[in-house]
């Protein structure tokens, strides 16, 4: 009995951490509606940072000093951030934060090896809190105590915060309704700029927190921040409360999981928040999203389908792109059917994402699910390349029909969850049944047949596939489905009530998308003659979002030019740089203010804006419509 | 789309002019790839390794008269990236073989990828027996003793120990898997008696440590396995040290005599576990105090097994290329198969049946001096000595 008891207690101690961070991711998305990717970011800067105060200086109250310091050194970095960098695109497309943070994250990773050397760093134990008791026979560390008390006590401190402050009601009016908060005549810029500085505050005390327990290193914020998004969505965003159960449940989850299924752990937070999703759409304390003012993926240029002039130079370009193989070497050519095929993942998820508004963080899954089709027909039924590649990517297909199924119940940041979620479910599969898939070590040995060998032949194929599934999309946004999928995005309600089955019309929109990047997959698996796991990532997904938001939302086809720049930037910059994150990553924020549409959305934007200035008159035509209802 | 051909046209010039500094046409040059930026602990010093042997390569008159460069290429931890990698190192470097890896897939991915495009390969580090054996393939050779060598190494002083239940803690990825299968397998041959009555498969680099090690303590083994490393280990050792895990325990652990994964633990170091390593503080060979020497003259740092592995495998590629006296890849391999070297541990070579090296590993047990973790009672255990039979390991391995 002792050892539950103290299981339990072990459990609780786990969830304090993870709230602690988890916390601040809420409330900073609840008011600025920021998916705050480098929230790993400044939980990892605020243990670096506290190491070094520690260990400088002494005694108790340094050590307690150093932490609380830290906590207060990152707070002003976020402020900084905050200022400098997401203050200027507030008001870009929905999600393209996310891509500013991730750019910051990326720096981050190179930086703090930069300052504090690549080796691991092990902290001081917390004075005080060295040993542990004796609870019948069981030990339990005293510094977890600590953290079980703490919990609660950071929790209290914020719903005082929050309930008796007028700051706190600014906040979570702001939560519910910031428009209206806006109109009310509340200063937004100091409200957000306050609301980032305390969540990231939370996160860089949590990871100064874990300085006597954990080790300190430069892979501390992957390693937490997929897991506390899962920890807010499941409790609901914005909900510190939810915050609080969600981080409990799942460690207790986690503690007494281990002892039925070992290996549990890695998979566990994707499965609670796949079940607790698709049972309550908005998390446990959630509550349903208000309906939105603006018009989401808001278009500002109606789209329409090229000119034949337009259509004319975009084939010139492809044709420009079929003559390389006459003057590049095998290496550009292996490189450039790497990006046709990225092109191929990035407008999959592009039309998911800008046409259909739906935008899926675990879009690799489908991409992987094409390659690891194309590994099970080629390597166990042995069937030649060119009918793997018709068949391989049903694989893809299928997994997007079931999980698209139950993904398009939801909407926003909830939907994009629940593709996380499963994506994590594929990608734990494939890494766990190693009889099957191999496991981590994957399945090696898939080269093409002879007839698509070649390095130029190889880029003909990944080229021609490229074009055509770029054209195919663009015609289905064009055509009457592409309508019914676009009025599903600006209204759910309207294109119901002009008799438009909306969930249908998405799941169709899931299995377009996932069927195309399984192609995309399907032809990587030839290209790479090996499928991993890794095919199936977060890193890919992530990969994928930033090709998208790069080139451009709110555009029919940005995704094209995203792919191509950030992939061969990618490369390229690996090659050539061992500090290859953090140069993609001040390039990715570079991007991210000078285009804050995208580069195909400002491009056309700046366009769109020389015509009109041309004759005037006309202006209330073409005015903006900035909201639409 | 319409900016698509410029863009195009940019991205290539970008990467073609990327190529522009190639060496000079007679040097020779061995394309090396690892994780660079996803483990710098470990590949730091293993780039100081490898940059020192080929100094002492060149200064030493270089392959034949040759001069010996090596193109660096960091993988990202990404077995596509690290093929990618190795295709601009070979279809526009122009190099003579392949060298390096650290993580399992990737060296796999990159083996396969020499068996693809005949290219020599020399893995350095990636511990996987499936490249040698399962997934063999002529053109692969690897450099660091294997998974099963150093479960060999340590079953022969685990058996010796008198505990009959067992529990073991392992990252939850092939490498944990294969360690904990291959110990288990050597050990309950030798002690048919052993009961394995607990295991723990954490998710690799996500440990909570916490449950993991209360777990472990509830289940009551006499000696415990373990395979984690690296931040890991750490949280681990600092959970089961105040929890009490390890006292009255044995604790076989795998690499954990490194100094990567040793000197980080300073004094929360656990005393008396049985571990692979490496103790470059007791080493007293002229081989060995050769190479200390230099590394310490040129660093004013002490060597991590990293450094050792970097170093050899360089030392081992220079030693095949000027043996064979070409780099067409056949007579590297020719040359390769039952070739003799010296390295700072001694004599090592690599054998013809399945293209292992016989480097050894340290074994001994951890202690604590000065407020840091050491490696006492070590001894040097020779590769060789660890390998199943001739007849095994034909078995084990795809004819080529």
């Given amino acids: 009995m002792a050892f539950y008891v103290v299981q339990f207690l072990t459990g609780l101690a786990s969830a304090a951490s993870l709230f602690l961070v988890a916390s601040g991711l809420s409330i900073i998305f609840g008011v600025t509606r920021i998916v705050n990717f480098a929230h790993g970011a400044f939980y990892m800067i605020g243990a670096y940072i506290a190491f070094t105060l520690t260990e400088r200086l002494s005694g108790a109250f340094g050590f307690w000093g150093g932490i609380v310091l830290a906590a207060f050194a990152v707070a002003l970095i976020g402020v900084i951030v905050e200022m400098v960098l997401l203050r200027r695109i507030y008001h870009a497309p929905e999600l393209f934060q996310l891509l500013a943070t991730f750019g910051l994250t990326l720096m981050v990773e190179d930086l703090v090896v930069l300052i504090w050397g690549p080796d691991d760093l092990v902290g001081r134990r917390a004075p005080g809190f060295r040993g542990a008791i004796d609870f019948f026979g069981q030990n339990i560390p005293s510094y977890d105590l600590f953290l079980i008390v703490l919990g609660p006590v950071v929790l209290g401190i914020l719903w005082l915060l929050f309930q008796r402050t007028r700051w706190g009601v600014l906040v979570r009016a702001a939560t519910q309704d910031r428009d209206m908060v806006a109109a009310l005549g509340v200063n937004q810029k100091w409200l957000f700029t ?86 309550r759409p908005w998390g446990l304390f959630g509550k349903p999203e208000a309906a939105a003012r603006k018009t989401p993926g ?88 060119i009918v793997c590649l018709l068949l391989g990517p049903l694989l893809g297909c299928m997994g997007a029909a079931v999980f698209g199924f139950f993904a398009v119940q939801l909407s926003g940041v909830y939907f994009a969850m629940l593709t996380l979620a499963f994506a994590q479910i594929v990608w734990s599969i494939a890494f766990q049944w190693v009889d099957v898939t191999g496991g981590d070590n994957g399945i090696l040995g898939l080269w093409p047949s002879s007839w698509a060998a070649s390095p130029s032949r190889f880029y003909w194929l990944s080229l021609g596939v490229a074009a055509l599934v770029t054209v195919a999309l663009r015609t289905m946004v064009f055509s009457p489905f592409g309508y019914a999928l676009r009025a599903t995005r600006d209204s759910v309600l309207r294109s119901e009530a002009i008799g438009i089955d909306a969930k249908r019309i998405q799941w169709t929109a899931f299995v377009i998308a996932g069927t ?77 203010v000078v285009f804050p549409k995208g580069i195909v959305g400002t491009l056309e934007m700046l366009a769109q804006r020389r015509k009109k200035a041309s004759p005037p008159g006309s202006t209330l035509l073409a005015k903006p419509i900035e909201s639409a209802e | 789309m319409r900016a698509r051909n410029t863009i195009v046209g940019a991205a290539f010039a970008l990467l073609a002019g990327g190529m522009a500094h190639s060496a000079l046409a007679q040097d020779i040059k061995i394309g090396e790839i690892n994780s ?94 499936a490249i040698t054996w399962s997934k063999g393939n002529k053109y692969t050779f690897r450099l660091r003793p294997s998974n099963y060598m150093q479960a060999a190494m340590l079953v022969e002083a685990a058996s010796k120990l008198p505990a009959k239940r067992w529990a073991t ?144 495998t360089i030392k081992s590629a220079a030693a095949i290329l000027a043996k064979a006296g070409s780099t067409d890849p056949e007579k590297l391999i020719a040359a390769a198969e039952g070739l003799t070297m010296p390295s700072p541990f001694g004599e090592i070579t690599f054998r013809k049946i399945d293209h292992q090296s016989t480097l050894g590993a340290f074994v001994g047990k951890t202690a604590l001096k000065d407020g840091k973790g050491v490696m006492v009672d070590s001894s040097y255990k020779k590769g060789a000595d660890y390998l199943p039979s001739d007849a095994e390991v034909a078995k084990l391995r795809p004819k080529d």
Avoid: C
């Avoid at chain 1, 995309?520 to 979002?545: E, R, T, W």
């Avoid at chain 2, 980080?264 to 060979?285: M, R």
């Fill in chain 1, 516 to 592: 195309t990047a399984g192609i995309g997959g399907a032809l990587f698996a030839y290209l790479k003659g090996s499928v991993f796991p890794d095919n199936l990532g977060i890193s890919l997904s992530v990969d994928a979002l930033v090709m998208v938001l790069l080139g451009g939302v709110e555009t029919v086809s940005g995704a094209v030019i995203g792919a191509i720049i950030y992939k061969a930037l990618n490369i390229w910059l690996v090659s050539q740089t061992d500090l290859s994150k953090l140069v993609l990553g001040g390039f990715i924020m570079l991007i991210v």
């Fill in chain 1, 194 to 279: 306050s609301v980032f500085a305390v969540g990231v505050f939370l996160a860089a005390l949590g990871g100064a927190l874990q300085i006597p327990r954990d080790a300190v290193h430069h892979a501390m914020d992957l390693r937490i921040i997929v897991e506390v998004f899962v920890v807010v969505v499941i409790g609901g965003l914005g909900s510190i409360v939810g915050a609080f159960v969600a981080a409990v449940l799942v460690s207790e989850l986690n503690a007494f999981g281990i002892l039925i299924f070992p290996k549990i752990s890695i998979i566990l937070v994707f499965l609670v928040m796949a079940v607790v999703l698709i049972v």
């Fill in chain 2, 36 to 129: 660079y930026s996803l483990l710098p602990a470990f590949t730091e010093p293993y780039r100081k390794g490898w940059q020192l042997a080929v100094e002492e390569v060149n200064a030493a008159g270089g392959i034949n008269g040759k001069k010996l460069v090596v193109i660096s290429k960091d993988d990202g931890g990404k077995p596509a990236d690290a093929q990618t990698a190795a295709n601009e190192l070979v279809s526009s470097e122009g190099v003579a073989m392949l060298a390096g890896t650290f993580l399992s897939n990737i060296g796999l991915a990159v083996s396969d990828f020499a068996n693809q495009k005949k290219v020599f390969f020399l893995a350095a580090e990636p511990l996987t027996d």
């Fill in chain 1, 298 to 385: 808001l278009t500002v240029n109606p789209w329409r389908p090229l000119t034949s002039n337009e259509r004319l130079m975009a084939l010139a370009a492809l044709i420009v792109a079929a003559m390389l193989p006459l003057f590049a070497g095998n290496y550009l050519l292996t490189v450039g059917s790497e990006i046709a095929i990225f092109v191929i993942f990035a407008v999959s998820l592009h039309f998911l994402m800008s046409v259909g508004g739906l935008a899926s963080f675990g879009h690799a899954a489908y991409f992987g699910l094409g390659a690891y089709g194309i590994a099970f027909l080629a390597k166990m039924a042995g069937l030649p390349m």
């Fill in chain 2, 169 to 312: 803690i392992a990252p939850n990825y092939e490498y944990g898997q294969s360690a904990v299968a291959v110990f288990k397998k050597l050990m309950s041959e030798k002690r048919p008696d052993i009961q394995w009555i607990d295991e723990q498969w954490p998710p690799q680099g996500k440990i909570d440590a916490g449950p993991v090690v209360q777990a472990v303590a509830a289940a009551n083994p006499e000696a415990i396995l373990n395979v984690t490393f690296g931040a890991d280990l750490v949280k681990l050792v600092r959970e089961g040290n105040t929890r009490g895990l390890f006292k009255g325990r044995e604790v076989v652990s795998f690499l954990t005599g490194e100094p990567e994964y040793l000197d980080p633990l300073k004094d929360e170091t656990p005393e008396g576990w049985i571990v692979t390593g490496y103790p470059w503080y007791s080493i007293k060979t002229p081989e060995h105090d050769a190479f200390l020497k230099a590394y310490q003259a040129k660093y004013n740092d002490y060597p991590r097994l990293g450094s050792i592995v970097g170093y050899q």
